[in-house]
């Protein structure tokens, strides 16, 4: 039986992947991988952010791993780069990348409130933690105000 188009090209592209990685692993060519892998995540991510945003047919699921694969790309590229000390204050970016594939797909599509609250104390805990990491921000205080306001809000809110 004759593999699909599809398989076979997934296949050469593996293939040839793990070629280049056992030549790089015996030094006959040198590579470092260290600096290229966060590509397999980047790549994918940008892949999912063009086919919503270029096709005609528009489909939202892509919207969430494409927001959080793209974010999460760069993130470990400028870890890779510039070294992994650095991931202490990074971390919070991880939370973002999620927080940014939910707005995706509520701003361009789904727009079920369901989804608010998760983007919303996700991007509220990175940025905070963003702060406190290069702002020196007062993250134990940050906390009460924070229930404090949305507590009044709530109270506040009309139905």
């Given at each position: 039986m004759r593999a699909s188009k599809g398989r076979m090209f997934v296949g050469?592209?593996?293939?040839?992947?793990g070629i280049f990685m056992l030549l790089n692993y015996l030094q006959f060519i040198e590579f470092r991988f260290a600096l290229i892998w966060p590509m397999f995540l980047l790549i994918p991510g940008l892949i999912f952010e063009f086919g919503y945003f270029f096709s005609r047919r528009k489909n939202h699921a892509q919207l969430v791993?494409?927001?959080?694969?793209t974010v999460y790309g760069l993130v470990f590229f400028l870890e890779a780069y510039y070294g992994?000390?650095?991931?202490?204050?990074?971390?919070?970016?991880l939370l973002l990348g999620v927080a940014f594939g939910l707005f995706q797909l509520y701003a361009f599509g789904y727009q079920d409130r369901s989804l608010?609250?998760?983007?919303?104390?996700?991007?509220?805990l990175g940025l905070s933690n963003i702060l406190q990491n290069y702002y020196d921000f007062d993250f134990e205080l940050a906390i009460p105000v924070i229930l404090i306001l949305s507590g009044l809000f709530l109270i506040i809110k009309k139905r």
């Open positions: 050469i592209v593996v293939l040839f992947s791993p494409g927001g959080i694969l992994w000390a650095i991931l202490s204050p990074v971390w919070p970016f608010l609250l998760p983007m919303v104390l996700l991007t509220v």
